[in-house]
């Protein structure tokens, strides 16, 4: 049985990520950039005004004072967008916009408030250093200057320059479809009221908004009875999709089907159980380059399996670099203990808040893995090694930090 970080290592080094295409911008937003690319153009693409004034040549205004203004001949309006057709020549400016590209023999821009804001003639008072208010041709971005980060997801930020540099795609790897199954004879759903004998399908919206969350596309899936021909039929219409999670049906049980049908369509198993609490089941295949995850049926340990394996998994299948949660030392203010000797990595459902410069996590209360409302407080995971049975009350853990821990 694989300790967890053996079985990351396991799934990982199996998992590629998914060929990269061509994105239009309006759809880039969040997935991994493909290549660094180098920019063809350089940005600006003129040398343009920096401010609403006047394009000057900085040595006419060399002896410009309060007591003798200088005049200039203003030889017409430049908005943005517009196009000189006139030089500036000694004597003269052009009433100038922000963004409206410097004329010629002009070097410099006296902002409008420092004139007289004349229409035919200005006064200027004061010199100006040369190349003031100007923003010259390439200084923000050069051609040949690489723009992005490979494996970094696409920020605001990217598609706008991107877009500057006249990109309007880019080589990004597209989201994961991600079947989600959820398995159970006993299921009904959430808008149902459940039988004698039933619960409601927990499962089929906590993993898929998992999936969702971390950038993936949750593929629609009607919920599977635990019936062979029916699974069957259900997982081969699964592997379509870029990566394949069950859920339930992976025990020992006499209606536990998907282990040896996923094995009958030949998906190779590399693991199926981790030595970890909560958990226990987790069956991992390959098949044809899919990943295909079987999560335990019990709510909770199929988020934390989520959490720990499967969502590491999908941001490599995305082409993302950084696949892992933040890990942050801790204090434990209540302390907690489990059972001696136990060879297994634990993960227990904290709160985790900033205090005083210092991390600080509470237990979310009992442990128990089919606890499903200690997930609605919990923002960390902290995560205690094999053979450690006992943490004292204020002592040091390692957390996972699944959301922002709050400020105190
Ligand atoms: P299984 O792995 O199928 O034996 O399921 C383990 C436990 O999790 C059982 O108590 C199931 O009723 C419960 N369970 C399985 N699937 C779901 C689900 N989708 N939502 C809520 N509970 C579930
Ligand atoms: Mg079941």
Known sequence: MPS????LALILERVAPLPPRQVPLPEA???AAAEALASEEQVPPFTNSAMDGYAVRAEDLAAASTAQPIRLRVLGDLAAGATPDQ???PGTAWRIMTGAPLPEGADTVVPVEDTTRGQDWVEVRAPLR???HVRHAGEDIQAGRSLLVPGRALRP????VLAAVGMPAVPAHPRARVAVLTTGDELVDASERPGPGQIRDANIHSIRAQVAACGAIPAPFPRVRDDRATLTAALREALTADAVLTTGGISVGDYDFVKPILEELGARRVFWKVAQKPGGPLGFWMLGGKPIFGLPGNPVAAMLMMEEYVRPALRRLMGFSALHRPVAEAVLEDGWHGKAGDRRTTFLRVVARHDGGQLRARLTGPQGSAILSSMLEA???AVIPPGVDRVEPGGTV????TELAEDH
């Open 398 to 401: 390692t957390l996972h930090l």
């Open 29 to 31: 937003l969040g997935l």
């Open 379 to 381: 923002n960390a995971l």
């Open 87 to 89: 030089a500036v020549v």
């Open 157 to 160: 930020g990217d598609l706008g």
């Open 4 to 7: 967890p970080a053996e079985a």
């Open 130 to 132: 040369r190349g003031v």
